[in-house]
């Protein structure tokens, strides 16, 4: 039997479409992927993924959490010398539906000055609301800070506790395509999956001609 699960595992186009002012996938026709990696950096995990990474010649990009840049500056500093790509996940994974905009908007600022370094190599402002959720009005302020808010394409479900490695693998290779921003964590919820799906996604599109881009 197949678990219905709470969250679309490939984002529907009319979404996609609707909230149109969100980047959902990448408009190219190169085999170009664009992995993610949420909630991060932290011991152990990150530095996992950034080893697995290399691997394969694989660039990406991480959607850090202000507070754990502070507690692991070293790790943050390893996703930069690795040249990926790094994007505001506000300071302490703060939901905005719950949250003033006044105060969201206070908090990402809070993380962006621990991820100001990455100013030199990297041309946009990326930002990624935790759980995908955000008022609009809490998107017009931040568009006008500069920011770029990025959503995904396909959503590994990695982070799901019900969902086996084997399925999490199958769905997550069904529904990636070209220009595809695939998302999972660097985090130790996610890990039980991640180890056995990161690996073999690369692979399997490494093998078809693909390659892993940051955004
Ligand atoms: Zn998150």
Redo the contacts with the bound molecule.
């Keep these: 039997m197949k678990l219905l699960k709470p969250y679309f595992v490939k984002t529907p186009r009319l979404v996609q479409h609707f909230f149109s002012d969100y980047s959902w996938r990448v408009h190219t026709k190169k085999k170009e992927i664009y992995l993610t990696f949420?909630?991060g950096p932290v011991p152990d995990f990150t530095p996992w993924v950034l080893e697995t990474l290399k691997k394969y010649d694989a660039k990406a990009t991480f959607?850090c959490v202000g507070e754990n840049i502070q507690k692991y500056p070293g790790i943050y500093e390893q996703v930069l010398r690795d040249h990926h790509s790094v994007g505001n996940?506000t300071f302490n994974?703060l939901q905005g539906w719950k949250t003033s905009t006044a105060k969201y908007v206070k908090n990402i600022l809070k993380a962006e000055s621990y991820l100001q370094e990455a100013g030199d190599n990297q041309r946009l402002k990326l930002f990624r609301p935790?759980?995908g959720r955000i008022k609009p009005k809490q998107a017009r302020a931040l568009r006008k800070k500069g920011y770029k808010i990025i959503m995904w394409d396909v959503l590994s479900g990695d982070f799901d506790q019900r969902l086996s490695k084997e399925s999490c693998l199958e769905h997550t290779i069904k529904h990636i395509e070209s220009g595809s921003i695939v998302v999972f964590?660097d985090s130790v919820k996610s890990f039980k999956n991640l180890d056995y799906v990161l690996p073999r996604v690369l692979e399997h599109f490494s093998e078809k001609g693909y390659s892993f881009r940051p955004l």
């Design positions: 949420d909630d959607f996940h994974h935790p759980h964590h």
